[in-house]
C-alpha cells in the first residue's frame, strides 16, 4: 500500500514535499516513481528513483524537483521548487517491481496565485 501526503495550495514560485509512505513489503525491491494527472491531461511520470537511488526527471520538472527515498523507514519524497501553475495536478507514487505495479491514490497539488 502506497499513500501520499503533503500536497496543498501554494503560490507560483513556492515550495512542497510530497511523502509517500509504503508497507507490505521492503521498499528497497522496488523502483519508484512519482507522476502526476492534470485534468484533461494523461498521467506522466514526473520522477523516478531507483533502488540505488539513481534518479531521472521529466524535462518540465529538471532542476525544480528532487526525488529521493529512504530505504529504512520505507518511505519516498518529492521535493519540489519553483513551483508554478502548471504544476498543477493530482500526484501520485507508483512502486514496480518486475511486472508489478502499485500506486497510491494520489494528493492534490494546486500553483495558484
Known amino acids: 500500500q502506497l499513500v501520499e501526503s503533503g500536497g496543498g495550495l501554494v503560490q507560483p514560485g513556492g515550495s512542497l514535499r510530497l511523502s509517500c509512505a509504503a508497507s507490505?513489503?521492503?521498499?528497497?525491491?522496488?523502483?519508484m516513481g512519482w507522476f502526476r494527472q492534470a485534468p484533461g491531461k494523461e498521467r506522466e511520470m514526473v520522477a523516478t528513483?531507483?533502488?540505488?537511488?539513481?534518479?531521472n526527471y521529466a524535462s518540465s520538472v529538471q532542476g525544480r524537483f528532487f526525488g529521493s527515498r529512504d530505504n529504512a523507514k520505507n518511505m519516498v519524497y518529492l521535493q519540489m521548487n519553483s513551483l508554478q501553475l502548471q504544476d498543477t495536478a493530482v500526484y501520485f507514487c507508483?512502486?514496480?517491481?518486475?511486472?508489478?505495479?502499485?500506486w497510491g491514490r494520489g494528493t492534490q497539488v494546486t500553483v495558484s496565485s
Open positions: 528513483i531507483r533502488s540505488g537511488g539513481q534518479t
Open positions: 507508483n512502486a514496480r517491481r518486475g511486472t508489478t505495479n502499485y
Open positions: 507490505g513489503d521492503e521498499l528497497r525491491f522496488y523502483a
